[in-house]
């Protein structure tokens, strides 16, 4: 079984379908949310774009730095929040197929508990993605607006 292969093409279904989700979402609703509690659309995709980024970078043992200045104020557009999507979508996949599929099994530290393999962490932050895109495809919805085929 390569892990490698499996983690990558299911990779990159799920960021197509999250891309191909902020892209079904006008311009001007970036800011929607249905109710005041909850992150808005746009807030939804950077928070996506930021969980991924954070995961890259602790695979690189560079720790886990959820501080990062991935928002609204720095990305208050949908070509905004698509290019840094784009950006860190590629600067994973870079790294990402640079690994030897061995090297999915090593163990990273969390900083929340015991080191985890790193396919585990892989496959829990696309879940995380996974449940977010859902937010906004309802999102989408209360908008009456179609989102994109699964």
């Given at each position: 079984?390569?892990?490698?292969?499996?983690?990558?093409?299911?990779?990159?279904?799920?960021?197509?379908?999250t891309r191909?989700?902020?892209?079904?979402?006008?311009?001007?609703?970036?800011?929607?949310?249905?109710?005041?509690?909850?992150?808005?659309?746009?807030?939804?995709?950077?928070?996506?774009?930021?969980?991924?980024?954070?995961?890259?970078?602790?695979?690189?043992?560079?720790?886990?730095?959820?501080?990062?200045?991935?928002?609204?104020e720095q990305?208050?557009?949908?070509?905004?929040?698509?290019?840094?999507?784009?950006?860190?979508?590629?600067?994973?996949?870079?790294?990402?197929?640079?690994?030897?599929?061995?090297?999915?099994?090593?163990?990273?530290?969390?900083?929340?508990?015991?080191?985890?393999?790193?396919?585990?962490?892989f496959f829990?932050?696309?879940?995380?993605?996974?449940?977010?895109?859902?937010?906004?495809?309802?999102?989408?919805?209360?908008?009456?607006?179609?989102?994109?085929?699964?």
């Amino acid at each position: 079984m390569d892990i490698k292969k499996i983690a990558l093409n299911r990779m990159a279904g799920e960021r197509r379908l999250t891309r191909e989700t902020i892209v079904a979402m006008t311009d001007g609703d970036m800011l929607f949310k249905p109710t005041p509690e909850v992150m808005s659309f746009g807030g939804q995709a950077l928070h996506i774009v930021l969980s991924q980024a954070v995961l890259l970078e602790a695979f690189q043992g560079k720790g886990w730095h959820w501080e990062m200045p991935i928002t609204l104020e720095q990305f208050p557009t949908k070509e905004a929040i698509l290019a840094k999507f784009d950006e860190v979508n590629q600067a994973a996949v870079e790294y990402y197929e640079s690994l030897e599929p061995d090297q999915f099994g090593r163990l990273v530290e969390t900083g929340w508990g015991p080191p985890e393999p790193l396919f585990e962490l892989f496959f829990s932050f696309l879940t995380h993605e996974t449940h977010h895109r859902g937010q906004m495809v309802t999102y989408l919805r209360l908008k009456g607006m179609q989102p994109p085929q699964y």
